[in-house]
């Protein structure tokens, strides 16, 4: 088995046969000629084939890929406009064919854009340049654009693919693919990623390659050639996972989470930060039940201004468009330690100064916070939830200095809304007052990683205990029930973010005991709905 290093453009995985891409040939000769303006006219007539070409070219990445993808052909179109000069140029002054003209005029453009060292998409279309003209070469000496039918399903590799190449190519038979130059960058690499398919480029593979098995990991940006028998197992089971996940998406999408009898739960999503949007849309959340905004501070050189985790809330209410987001406030210590907060070394940092103990001894920080989290609460539907709650009075103070951010921003003339607050019940403490701590707030949302660590006083971090880690453990589902039942008995809904919230083995356990929300990671959404949808 071989296995050779690329860069990922899109994820996924393909196992199949190699093929080598044929690219039909568009050797050029320099040649003397006598009659530089029927050269040139000859030039005008393959131009103006080339062009409906790469227009008939537009409107069939417009119908398989979408508009947007399809506008490199424009620029395709443009290139070609602009070849006009060079080319009668070279024609006349040098006494040369066409042909030699063309190529000579691609070549030089494709110099200039690959020297745009601070521009990498003007430098990625130098393969498009390139391509426009053998193009116009090929209409002038009728070469065969069509090298490439298949008879089964291949993994495409080539040195590069223009996207000319990419849509004609019988798409239903490209499993991936390959290219040994080109970048993320590439339209090739975008249309890829639109049609699905696997794609690695600047990856190494020899050209003996072709025809024999392989396996393109998209996630790890690896080709395997020849892979053994252990490696094919395991990649076919991914497989079979990927195409069911997608044959789930397909059916699922916009449809309700709802059980057969009628009960309806919202399946929200657990993101670190804007970048985490695309996954959420894609799986069809119904919300935000856990956005970890410590996220923020860790990717931070100093502490993130008002202005720029105003900007951050903002976009996430915005792109969701009206849907619920829960923002948690700042969470850190413990296992998420960040240099510039100088905090001390501590014996126990799971049961140390952390999350919301942090927030009420350095009221600064969280003031800041919360004037970002109100303002932002203009543009969207917004809830505010505190983590690592043990006490009543802890949920008072920040009820208060929440109000008091509140008043500032009255007195200041900056608009806000009436934002739900909530708790994390993470601890077995808030368990077992959640009906006093149910009066004092709108929701509760479960944090089954730290309930599950400090009920079984097992530290979450630690491998060596997996075996004694039991997040079934009937002391941890026991609470769960306990303090739904506590928040129904307040009006207060009742969500589970932690891990366990996305176990399929518990849903309808879930379900049973009247949760209202499930918040998890996006892409464990659907499988989830899955099961709800198929409840009685
Ligand atoms: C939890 O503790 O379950 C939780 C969701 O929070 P985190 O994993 O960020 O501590
Ligand atoms: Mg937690």
Redesign the pocket.
């Known amino acids: 088995m071989e296995m050779y290093r690329g860069k990922a453009s899109f994820k996924g995985v393909a196992i199949g046969r190699i093929a080598e891409m044929k690219k039909a040939s568009t050797v050029v000769r320099r040649t003397h000629i006598e009659d530089p303006d029927a050269e040139i006219e000859r030039y005008h007539r393959a131009k103006e084939q080339a062009q409906s070409e790469i227009l008939a070219l537009k409107e069939k990445a417009e119908k398989e890929v979408g508009e947007a993808q399809a506008e490199i052909f424009e620029v395709h179109a443009m290139f070609l406009d602009d070849f006009d000069d060079s080319v009668e140029n070279i024609i006349r002054e040098q006494g040369v064919n066409a042909e030699y003209a063309v190529a000579a005029t691609g070549d030089n453009t494709a110099a200039m854009l690959a020297a745009m060292e601070d521009n990498p998409y003007m430098q990625a279309r130098q393969t498009d340049v390139k391509d426009v003209a053998d193009r116009v070469i090929r209409d002038m000496s009728g070469g065969d654009g069509d090298a490439n039918r298949f008879s089964e399903q291949v993994i495409l590799v080539a040195d590069d693919l223009a996207p000319s190449e990419t849509v004609q190519l019988d798409k239903s038979m490209v499993l991936a693919f390959v290219t040994r130059e080109g970048s993320t960058n590439s339209h090739t690499a975008i249309l890829a990623r639109t049609m699905n398919i696997p794609a690695l480029c600047q990856t190494p593979v020899p050209k003996d390659a072709d025809g024999r098995m392989g396996i393109v990991d998209g996630a790890k940006g690896v080709i395997y050639v020849d892979p053994d028998e252990e490696t094919l197992a395991k990649y076919r089971r991914m497989e079979e996972e990927e195409a069911e996940k997608a044959r789930l998406l397909k059916e699922l999408k916009g449809k309700e989470t709802v059980t057969k009898s009628g009960r309806k739960i919202r399946l929200y999503a657990n993101i670190g930060g804007i970048g985490d949007l695309n996954f959420v849309r894609d799986n069809d959340a119904a919300g935000i039940g ?1 956005f ?1 905004s410590e996220f923020l501070y860790l990717q931070s050189k100093d502490y993130p201004t008002e202005e720029e985790q105003f900007k951050a809330y903002r976009t996430v209410v915005e792109m969701m468009a009206g849907k619920e987001v829960v923002v948690r406030t700042l ?1 850190i210590g413990a296992d998420k330690q960040i240099d510039y907060f100088h905090l001390d070394k501590e014996e126990n940092p799971a049961l140390g100064y952390r999350a919301i103990r942090i927030c009420l001894t350095r009221e600064d920080i969280f003031r800041t916070q919360l004037r970002a989290l109100y303002r932002a609460s203009a543009y969207g539907n917004l809830d505010i939830m505190f983590p690592m709650i043990t006490s009543v009075w802890e949920v008072e103070r920040a009820k208060q200095i929440a109000s008091e951010v509140r008043a500032e921003l009255t007195a200041q003339s900056v608009p806000f809304k009436e934002v739900p607050l909530g708790i994390m019940v ?1 601890t077995p403490a808030a368990v077992m007052i959640a009906d006093e701590l149910a009066e004092l707030v709108d929701f509760f949302s479960i ?5 599950t660590q400090y009920t079984l006083a097992i530290d979450r971090q630690n491998q060596k205990l997996d075996r004694f880690f039991n997040p079934h453990h009937p002391a941890v589902l026991r609470e769960i029930q306990m303090t739904i039942e506590a928040g129904h008995r307040h009006n207060t809904w009742v969500g589970i ?2 891990e366990l919230g996305a176990d399929p083995e518990l849903t309808e356990t879930f379900v049973k005991m009247g949760i209202d929300e499930l918040s998890m990671s996006p892409g464990s959404i659907l499988p989830v709905r899955k099961i709800i949808r198929e409840m009685d």
């Open positions: 856990l970890r969470d993470e944090g089954t990683n730290d309930l973010c932690g």
